[in-house]
């Protein structure tokens, strides 16, 4: 039962592995063992889902390896609630993703390698519980992106001028950048904590206010990056317009989560004076990215870049949730995170499924879709109907709970900032509505009628899979918000509301001043 | 008798060497190929016999030689690239007009010098090991003597190396007048004991072996030779210097600084702190332009001297191990971009960056190679480089806790990893990315494929299970009193 988690990490790169050894030219076979390894990941995260236990608030199914004792590092796995919530969108989307995968005919041993080392980096991350391996995890999902860009990426000409290799090039020093910013702060961690152990460092240690002084925006803007906070953000539409559909998937489905999970799970917790300090640039940055990305996303014509656009503007919710500092702020973000992950991924899948046949997916030359894609039309209004928070759908939920806790906090910036979020919901469903009504509804243009819809159950399956989680998680929001409001009350905000010196009377080692370990 | 125990290594390879002199009398031309391979697996023999060989406390020669951890450590090092480098000499024998065994034979003269320099406790043993690997690779260097750009190279590295060696032993002129030693021991005994600044002499003394040491390891402001010599140089020697030279120079520095000098570590800490940071940025700024692949190399090397004087820079237990970890991956990671160039140019006869254009569907395994070595030098996981970057990078934050002005080093250090992903990347979009105009595959050698296999595993194996080259390394750095 311990393994279960660490076999469901690891499956994926393992099963990368097998394919990188034993050469194999039959595509089918390929697919099939990516298919695999993914599937049994995602049924294993949902056995781990199941039989999570809901009244203990710290880490579940830990198992762990000693892997370098001179550093006192380990590979050990563990879930709390938040990261739970996570890996189960990973499951998800790498295995809706492998499904999708099928337009794929060129180089698929390659592409399989790639997307399935992607798989267990990003996994890799929300489930360890080590310093070490969370970046190693971290860095992992970063290169794989740049050659299924660079390789099986598209991006049509436009305004931009930009080719896929530029994108794709530009999000890899972009991440990279951030990463190594963020390894800056986490070496100074370790150095001022003492160790490696991500759960000792959050209940046991206090560092030195000058350390959570510094450390915290290394972390905040080395993650930012990737959580495409403003005005780091312009890596990530140009990313997914010239990324193949189960990339993007990936990509701004759970990739770009690493972000703002690496700000919960570490900065906040770890830091929380420093995080106090900055929270209120963060919450006004949250709202650039709201508003900023939004107005954008208004005036983009590519299908692709429309999505890009509302994905940066929606991570703006999650930081905006975060800045909050407070539980209902912090589980909101988590649970959109969830949603919108999903979401996303799903727009996207829907777009490469129309994008694969007509080759265009500008909004203006589209019309009419719905009617000869019925069955991607349908989804495709739901997708939009989420993404601009209808009741029902996840997004919903969770987008309450943000506007609910960054009003609940109280200050001045704080009440600007959530009237700016809701009024970012309007400019969503704008620009939303208006691409879907364009290209799926009005007057159906007669070069489309070659067009063929999703008939057989294996090609509705994925689109049908994502919506449901969708709606499960919207009617019953509980299912998720149980476990994460526990785990972020316990691990991460009870930190965040002590001081420095009722912590040092409190816990065994603690007060830390900055010695070398 | 000890004495001849502690220098076997270096025996077996001056034999062998004098040895393959006579066998090529009797050679006939076309096995000349074949002379190479036996020679190789020779080394790779000898690699193995080394770990049968027990690290000794006591110092040989009157104290000019150690047959320590580190120098163990080293010694491998070096008999690992001597192995693959004349692998590679023998696939690029064709290319050698004349004197084919004559050029193993230097590789391995050459190698001797390092095998010595591994041990050096003195600096006229120094100076005298210095000189056998420079002497040989200004010939080495210029072996294709019809090609201007290989003359170049070699009159390059004999006019800069030839100076840098007057500087060397000038300084240690200095020391010797000024101290009365030339032990590193007793120079660290004295020193630590006297208690006082050390004298201007003294100090004007050290500068100047540090010049001579900063030109083996192409540091700022003694790095200009390094692309001019790498790209003009026969592809194997390039490999060489790349790997073995630079470790050899890295060594050096490690047992003049931490064994010798530390005592006066105050002196040197910030100027190698300072010139860690310029060799950074020049090394990875200058090799954003390049279009030949080993002019780029030479950038490149540039660049990860700097990150490992980083380490050397923190003055820590942690850096010394993590410089001798960061050379130990460097050297798989090189020798496969190494042998993947040789087998690419051998097919194209260029070694222009678009000449790599579309490698990946011309040769799956040398795309990959190729590809994964750039990966490996730019420090992605899961591939040895990650880690070796990380170590670095610790041993600085770590010195950053007492000493602030480490965080702007850790800055520089973090700026220049964007910076070589870009270029390295470059290489990576011509092999997977781009379409080649010849798209006819590439054909390679059966011991070409062996030792591209070696190194590939070796740097993922490196990168995914540290423990085993962590271990080696912090044993082999324990020599020196560092915390």
Redesign the interface.
Known sequence: MEALLTIAVLLPLIAAFVLFMFPSKNPKAIRALALFATGVSLLITLTLFASFDRTKSGYQFVHSIP?????GCSLKFGVDGISMTLLLLVGFISFCGTLISSEIHDREKEYYILFLTLTTGISGTFATMDL?FF???Y??A??PM??LI??WGSLPPGKHGRTK?YAT?KL??YL??GA??A??GL??I???GGTLDIERLQHNIWLARGTQMWAFPCLLFGFGFLASLWPFHTWSPLGYAAAPTAASMMHAGVLKKLGAYGIIRLALPLLPEGARHWANLLAILACFNILYAGWTALTQKDWKFVIGYSSVSHMGYVLLGIATLNVVGVTGAVLLMFAHGVMAALTFALIGFFYHQTHNRYVPDLSGLARKIPFIGVCMVMAVMASSGLPGFANFASEVLVFLGSWQQGTAVFRVATICAVWGIVVTATYMLRAVRTSFFGPFDEKWSMLKDAVTFRQKFPYALLLAALLTVGFCPRLLTDIIKQSVATSVVSRLSTSAETKAASTDTVYNT???P | MMGLYAIQLECLVATWGIVLLLVDAFTPIPNKRLVGYLAAGFVAVALLYSFAIQPIDEPFFHGMFRLDPFALYFKRLFLLALAVVLLMAAEFSPRLESGVVEFYALLMFCAVGMLLIASVNDFILLFVSLELVTITFYVLASYLRRQLPSLEAGTKYLILGALSSGFTVYGIAYIFGTTGTTNFTTLNAQLSASNVQPTAAFTFGMLLVLTGLGFKIASVPFQVWAPDVYQGAPTPVTAFLAVGSKAAGFALLLRVLYAGLLPVSMVWNALIAVLAGATLLYGNLGAIPQRNIKRLMGYSSIGHAGYMLMGVAAVNALGAGAVLFYLGQYAFTNLCAFLAIVAVTAATGSDEIPSFSGLGKRSPILGLALFLSM?SLAG???LSG?FGK?QL??AV??R???DRFY?VL??IG?AA??IS??FY?GV??AI??QEAEDASPIAISKPMRFGLYVCMAAMIGIGIF??PL??AS?MAAKIFPLR
């Open positions: 892997w370098l004792p001179s550093y070490f970046y190693f995890f860095e992992l970063v290169i740049y050659l660079g390789m290799e090039m890899t020093l990279t950048a190594v910013l390894l800056i070496l100074g370790y150095f001022v900055g010695a070398t | 990966m992605i996981p899961p990650f990380f990078f610790a934050v770590q950053a806790q007492t965080y850790a800055a973090a990893v964007v992903l870009y990347l990576g979009r997977y990315l540290q423990r962590v271990h912090i």
